[in-house]
């Protein structure tokens, strides 16, 4: 039986780390320092709680890592610590929405162990079963052997670390980007009193995202990082970093309303536009 450790067990790593465990792995995680709501994750996903990262590390034939964008380096530094302190070899999989440039800087921090450059595309199977886990490097094959129950599909690109970070820096650029534009289309509506009249208009064309604004919302703080994170590998591309510099500036007006207030998995797809657009502009 493989042992797969989850660092750290928010929405997306708790689900990614019940699919292991009904694929039948032993699945670990550590809540030391963490919230209330991320060990009510953890616990509902049944997965194994251990005292701190030192002991999750060390028991671990892989770790995965899966954090917000902006705690990437953080946290590759806190596993290579308990990596190196433990003696222990797993196989070390960065799951976050980094650019390439990011995650050649969590391959340095990995020196010397075994890494995989990965991405995710999709909600977590708790939510939805079938999202991707995009993978490249020399172990990718490793992680995409794990047990994922038919609850995720792993995707192997190849040996070159960068290339799981740059599919998820493009394909969220435009997921991401596409709720940015409806929730500024929203607001502009809603301050001309049209907001029924765009919304349908969209939909004739099938772009009316209005379901996804509200869950998009409780997750602005997280996306800003991410935008910019999309900025430095637009940039390492030669291309203008503008557009999505422009939408971590929506993200983060966002992140400041009533609408983002709450965590994803409470979030109320069902709530009428005018309540989405009456809170996007009430901070």
Known sequence: MSTVAIVS?????????????EGGARVVTTVEGRSARTRRLAEAAGLELLPALFDVVAVADVVLSVTPPGHAVAAAQG???????SGAKPVLADLNAISPTTMRTVAQVWAG?????????????TVRTGARIYLAGAKAADVAALPWAGKAEPVVLGAGLGAASALKMCTASVYKGLNALVMQAMRVAGRHGILDQVLADLAKHGL?????????ATKAHRYVAEMHEMAVTQADA?????????FAA???????????DGDPESADRAMPPAEIVRRLSAE
């Open 79 to 85: 596993i290579a610590n308990a990596a190196r302190r």
């Open 113 to 125: 162990l075994p890494v995989v450059d990965g991405s995710i595309s999709g909600p977590p199977p």
């Open 9 to 21: 067990p928010g929405q997306m790593g708790a689900g990614l780390g019940w699919a292991l465990r």
């Open 238 to 246: 030669g291309l203008t970093p503008a557009l999505v510099e422009a």
């Open 208 to 216: 009316d995202g209005s379901a996804d604004v509200a869950t998009a």
């Open 250 to 260: 929506v993200y983060a007006e966002v992140a400041g309303t009533r609408l983002a």
